[in-house]
Every structure is written in structure tokens, then in C-alpha cells.
T-cell receptor, first 115, second 112 residues
Framework: EAQVTQNPRYLITVTGKKLTVTCSQN?????MSWYRQDPGLGLRQIYY???????DKGDVPEGYKVSRKEKRNFPLILESPSPNQTSLYFC??????????????FGPGTRLTVT | GESVGLHLPTLSVQEGDNSIINCAYS??????FIWYKQESGKGPQFIID?????DKRQGQRVTVLLNKTVKHLSLQIAATQPGDSAVYFC???????????FGTGTRLKVLA
């Protein structure tokens, strides 16, 4: 089954404790992206990657890091989480404009709470 | 996704009627536009997209209209069904930057 998986689905942590949210896709997509979703603000893009070892900032990259060492994986790293990073996070993948498709497939989401 | 729906504009339609959800986009340089559906507790799901060189595109029970003059996008759903109840987002993108900007969403409620 074609899908995007994220882990963990729920996470409660404390300020300053480094964490990683994993994202994996099995569709051989070149494009992957991370979003956060907050009430009243919609989805905002954090980082995206056009291919292995190629990443770029979205609209809200502060406090986040990403890496793309393999095509299928795109982890989101919070080196020192703060309460304002409490949010619902989505990973997405796509063939990408370079593949002729803008359709993004989204994962199920990770609800992060930072206390 | 249970907190996603707070503060969203809501469109209520009777089952079987047509629904029209509107979206204003911000960037004149955007050259493709996408509609997504998000059900409670799930990630967004692609519905339909349209390139800037088109003004209309039809899918199964859905039609997207693009008016570049006023930077407006609409999603029409024919014969709305209870399963269409969800939050709908428009998104704009620029093929030169690979970045996406999402709207804040509209909640569609289908009344039986």
C-alpha cells in the first residue's frame, strides 16, 4: 500500500529535550515536506526537500532541522524544543513539479506537546 | 486534527445540494493550485489541482475554477454527500520555488 508513515503519532516532551519525528514514504517520491498545523493558521511549511541531500527552508524553519540522506526518509529534528512548537505536524511526499505532479500524499500526523 | 476546526469559517449545505468553497490566494507568481480535504484526525487528502494556464478543471463530482485577475479559486462539489463533511484547504505553489502556501481552510457541514 502506498503510504507516508510518521512516528511517533503522539509525543509529550519537556522544553530543551532533543527529539526526532521520523517520516518515511514507499512511493519513490523525490519531493518531501514538513508542515505544522495550528488552529486559525492552517498548514505552514517548515522545510522541504527536492531530492536526496537537497533541502530548503519553508515559511517557518526556525527551531527545526531536517536531513535527507535516503530518498524514502525525511526526519524532522527539534534540537531544543520550546512550548511554541506544540503543534500538529504532517509529513508529505510527492513526485514533485520535476516529476510532473503537484499532488502531495500526507502522513497521519504527529501531535507534539512541549511543556 | 480535532483542534484544526477551531475558528474556521463554516459552510452548511443540505445533502444533495451543490457546495461552493472559495479561496483567495496571495501570490501573483503562483502557477499551480491545489484543493485538499481533511477529515477529523487525518492528514490532508488531495482532491484536484489546476495550473495557471487553465481557468477550469473538472474531476469526479468536483470542479475547480481559477480567476487569476482577482486571485480567486473556488471548489464546486456537486450533489454533496455526508462523506464530504470535512475541512477544505486551498494551496498555491510556484514551480520555480517548490514551496506551498496553504489557506486557513473552510469547514463544510452536510445536513441530512
Amino acid at each position: 500500500e502506498a503510504q507516508v508513515t510518521q512516528n511517533p503519532r503522539y509525543l509529550i516532551t519537556v522544553t530543551g529535550k532533543k527529539l526526532t519525528v521520523t517520516c518515511s514514504q514507499n512511493m519513490n517520491h523525490e519531493y518531501m515536506s514538513w508542515y505544522r498545523q495550528d488552529p486559525g493558521l492552517g498548514l505552514r511549511q517548515i522545510y522541504y526537500s527536492m531530492n536526496v541531500e537537497v533541502t530548503d527552508k519553508g515559511d517557518v524553519p526556525e527551531g527545526y532541522k531536517v536531513s535527507r540522506k535516503e530518498k524514502r526518509n525525511f526526519p524532522l529534528i527539534l534540537e531544543s524544543p520550546s512550548p511554541n512548537q506544540t503543534s500538529l505536524y504532517f509529513c508529505a511526499s510527492s513526485l514533485g513539479p520535476q516529476g510532473g505532479s503537484y499532488e502531495q500524499y500526507f502522513g497521519p500526523g504527529t501531535r507534539l506537546t512541549v511543556t | 486534527g480535532e483542534s484544526v476546526g477551531l475558528h474556521l469559517p463554516t459552510l452548511s449545505v443540505q445533502e444533495g445540494d451543490n457546495s461552493i468553497i472559495n479561496c483567495a490566494y496571495s501570490n501573483s507568481a503562483s502557477d499551480y493550485f491545489i484543493w485538499y480535504k481533511q477529515e477529523s484526525g487525518k492528514g490532508p487528502q488531495f482532491i484536484i489541482d489546476i495550473r495557471s494556464n487553465m481557468d477550469k478543471r473538472q474531476g469526479q463530482r468536483v470542479t475547480v475554477l481559477l480567476n487569476k485577475t482577482v486571485k480567486h479559486l473556488s471548489l464546486q462539489i456537486a450533489a454533496t454527500q455526508p462523506g464530504d463533511s470535512a475541512v477544505y484547504f486551498c494551496a498555491e505553489g510556484s514551480s520555480g520555488t517548490y514551496k506551498y502556501i496553504f489557506g486557513t481552510g473552510t469547514r463544510l457541514k452536510v445536513l441530512a
